[in-house]
């Protein structure tokens, strides 16, 4: 045996220790958290196991200590596994989320929770959020926005009569795919995607593909259904739909913006404590008069409140009458953002709290 070999044999070995070493260290992070929830159940009628808050500090603090070489992403996700893992003994999740199988939100599901969730597909994102509000699942996850498309608004206009909160938010960076069973681009007749897929590959699909009909429907997910099924179709999508439906891959990476990202909402029953870093998004209506706007704005500037985001949709309580969705950053048990709320709320004909949750670390 050369030198070569003596040294792969020793490196070999000594990962076998280390792989030994981590499988005794998972096992005792499984009875941690089983000793947890025999604690909680033996002190609370009905107890809550999953914390976001608990969560995003461990991660935060696994990110500040990782000494590489594995990037920080490539460690987040392998702790948020094992923490997935360990939850899954205290209490299985269900997770309700936009379908079919291969979406997007299904990736933002696995992504915030791990792979050992029970998950519930759905054909509508309102069917998501009833789902949760029955106790049927115990969160849900919906689109909210995408940095080139903007808001999606039936996921706003759901909050004005769901009692839900949001406990939680995810980034995923969406690559987008086109996905069939063809040999070639001049085969495709017809290309299934979201709307939203559609205008995000819009120059893509007219230098490559100006004569195809596109066709928009409910999910990138069903557009790969349907591109199995069909002759002569094809699918923008994900990998995972790729895999998921047996489709090919046609072409790679064709939206239009390379930083293309999506924000998913994290919904449930729970009020997420505070994490050190933490966003609050607020549903308010203000009385149409002169300078409203910026009466409704002005106790953030006043208390040093930074406002990430600002969209307003119709009421559907009168011609012309608008709600407004903010989210600014802190939590709402934090001084400067309670007393800016307190302000806000003597001149808004309506303010609620949707939630105050962790602030995501970034899209991967």
């Not at 003596?6 to 089983?34: P, V």
């Not at 915030?112 to 998501?128: N, P, Q, Y």
């Not at 149409?288 to 040093?304: E, I, M, Q, V």
């Amino acid at each position: 045996m050369s030198h070569t070999d003596d040294r792969l044999a020793a490196i070999r070995a000594r990962i076998d220790e280390i792989d030994d070493q981590l499988l005794e260290l998972f096992s005792e992070r499984a009875r941690c958290a089983e000793e947890i929830a025999r604690i909680k159940r033996a002190q609370e009628g009905d107890p809550v196991f999953y914390r976001p808050e608990r969560e995003a500090q461990i991660l935060r603090r696994i990110r500040e200590r990782n000494p590489g070489p594995l990037s920080d992403a490539e460690v987040t996700r392998l702790i948020r596994e094992v923490m997935s893992a360990c939850l899954a003994h205290e209490q299985p999740l269900t997770v309700a989320y936009l379908g079919p199988e291969g979406t997007f939100t299904e990736a933002a599901a696995y992504k915030h929770f791990g792979h050992s969730i029970r998950t519930r597909k759905l054909d509508a994102i309102d069917e998501v959020f009833r789902e949760v509000e029955a106790g049927s699942a115990h969160y849900g996850v919906v689109p909210v926005e995408n940095s080139t498309e903007g808001v999606v608004n039936h996921t706003l206009d759901m909050f004005m009569r769901s009692p839900l909160k949001i406990c939680g938010e995810v980034e995923l960076r969406i690559a987008l795919h086109l996905l069939g069973r063809v040999g070639s681009l001049q085969e495709v007749r017809r290309v299934y995607a979201h709307a939203q897929a559609l205008a995000q590959s819009r120059e893509w699909l007219d230098a490559n593909l100006p004569h195809a009909e596109r066709v928009p429907v409910s999910s990138n997910g069903e557009a790969a259904r349907r591109a199995a099924e069909e002759a002569g179709t094809a699918a923008i999508a994900s990998e995972t739909a790729a895999e998921h439906y047996g489709l090919a891959r046609i072409a790679r990476d064709i939206e239009d913006e390379p930083g293309n990202t999506t924000r998913f909402l994290v919904i449930g029953n729970q009020e997420a404590g505070p994490s050190g870093v933490d966003k609050t998004s607020l549903l308010v209506s203000v009385r149409n008069r002169p300078g409203a706007l910026y009466g409704l704005l002005s106790p953030f500037a006043r208390h040093g409140i930074s406002m990430t985001r600002i969209e307003s949709r119709p009421s559907r309580r009168g011609v012309w009458d608008y709600v407004f969705f903010i989210d600014i950053e802190g939590h709402v048990s934090e001084a400067p953002v309670a007393a800016a709320l307190a302000e806000l709320d003597e001149q808004a004909s309506l303010l609620r709290v949707l939630g105050s949750y962790p602030r995501c670390s970034g899209a991967s």
